[in-house]
T-cell receptor, first 113, second 108 residues
Framework: SQTIHQWPATLVQPVGSPLSLECTVE??????LYWYRQAAGRGLQLLFY??????ISSEVPQNLSASRPQDRQFILSSKKLLLSDSGFYLC????????????FGPGTRLTVL | GIQVEQSPPDLILQEGANSTLRCNFS?????LQWFHQNPWGQLINLFY???GTKQNGRLSATTVATERYSLLYISSSQTTDSGVYFC??????????FGKGTRLSVIA
């Protein structure tokens, strides 16, 4: 079965510092992967999604970027963090014939000070 | 884009009580799912229910696609049911759009 790994689990970063969050998946190939952010403990906002290596779709214009360097690796980055980037970042794998099954990573809790 | 509204935003229940959570959406969808996020942040799939009714133990869900709403029923609630319940919708292969959730607290 599919497994999603995310690291780090928690992160405290100063404003203006860079960011790199990594998501790797096991048990599947050519997965559809998504980055969501949950701020203030409510609501999941879609940030990026990828249907394959090098293919990134952005849903929100921000100081964040994403990359898909390998089939089972999805990276979220920033060159300069803002206070508003704080939140809980989830990597999600979508599977099933109709995309009816979501596998969620354990998440990264980011605090920007 | 499609809008998803969940109600109520917060709900406090005594253990053993029943509850109904609602999800309204603004456009036709062919994918609707309910999720539970536990207090530690982990999300779990509950139902894939673009239409009709499904039941799983004390939980059941009904979606009336023509009227653009879905209901999640929790019966005989337990403290372990606490957390945030999300409804998410989509069409085709478009990414799911999540509602803001209903935060449920079940008190012993």
């Amino acid at each position: 079965s599919q497994t999603i790994h995310q690291w780090p689990a928690t992160l405290v970063q100063p404003v203006g510092s860079p960011l790199s969050l990594e998501c790797t998946v096991e048990g599947t190939s050519n997965p559809n992967l998504y980055w969501y952010r949950q701020a203030a403990g409510r609501g999941l906002q879609l940030l990026f999604y990828s249907v394959g290596i090098g293919q990134i779709s952005s849903e929100v214009p921000q100081n964040l970027s994403a990359s898909r360097p390998q089939d089972r690796q999805f990276i979220l980055s920033s060159k300069k963090l803002l206070l508003s980037d704080s939140g809980f970042y989830l990597c999600v794998l979508r599977a099933g014939l109709w995309g009816d099954t979501q596998y969620f990573g354990p998440g990264t809790r980011l605090t920007v000070l | 884009g499609i809008q998803v509204e969940q109600s109520p935003p917060d709900l406090i229940l005594q253990e053993g009580a029943n509850s109904t959570l609602r999800c309204n959406f603004s456009d036709s969808v062919n994918n609707l799912q309910w999720f539970h996020q536990n207090p530690w942040g982990q999300l779990i799939n509950l139902f894939y229910i673009p239409s009709g009714t499904k039941q799983n133990g004390r939980l059941s869900a009904t979606t009336v696609a023509t009227e653009r709403y879905s209901l999640l029923y929790i019966s005989s609630s337990q403290t372990t049911d606490s957390g945030v319940y999300f409804c998410a919708v989509g069409s085709g292969n478009t990414p799911l759009v999540f509602g803001k959730g209903t935060r449920l607290s079940v008190i012993a």
